[in-house]
C-alpha cells in the first residue's frame, strides 16, 4: 500500500524557521508531481508549493520568498523549508501526490507571535 508520511511540524515563534518532510513508500515517487498544502481552523485547504518530476517549482503568493519545496529521489522525500515564518502560517500541513490520489496524515505548524 503506497503512504506518504509527513513530519517536521512543531511550535515555533515568528520569524523562525521549520523543514518538513515528506516520505513516499511508491517506486514511482520520482516521476510524480508532489504538492504541499495546509489548512487552517476555519479555512480552507490551500495550495502552498508545488514541485513536479523535473524539479520545476511553484508558490502561493502567500509563501513566496520564504518557502522552498525540493525533492530527493535517492530518499523519496519532497521538503518544505519554512523560513521567516509568520502566525498566519499555522495549520496543518498535509503533503499530497495528486496523480494517485494520495494524501499524508498532516503535520502541525504552529506559529506563535
Known amino acids: 500500500q503506497v503512504q506518504l508520511v509527513e513530519s517536521g511540524g512543531g511550535l515555533v515563534q515568528a520569524g523562525g524557521s521549520l523543514r518538513l518532510s515528506c516520505v513516499a513508500s511508491?517506486?514511482?515517487?520520482?516521476?510524480?508531481?508532489m504538492h504541499w498544502y495546509r489548512q487552517a481552523p476555519g479555512k480552507e485547504r490551500e495550495l502552498v508549493a508545488t514541485?513536479?518530476?523535473?524539479?520545476?517549482?511553484n508558490y502561493a503568493d502567500s509563501v513566496k520568498g520564504r518557502f522552498t519545496i525540493s525533492r530527493d529521489n535517492a530518499k523519496k522525500t519532497v521538503y518544505l523549508q519554512m523560513n521567516s515564518l509568520k502566525p498566519e502560517d499555522t495549520a496543518l500541513y498535509y503533503c499530497?501526490?495528486?496523480?494517485?490520489?494520495?494524501w499524508g496524515q498532516g503535520t502541525q505548524v504552529t506559529v506563535s507571535s
Open positions: 499530497n501526490m495528486p496523480n494517485l490520489g494520495l
Open positions: 511508491n517506486s514511482i515517487f520520482r516521476f510524480n508531481t
Open positions: 514541485i513536479t518530476g523535473s524539479g520545476s517549482t
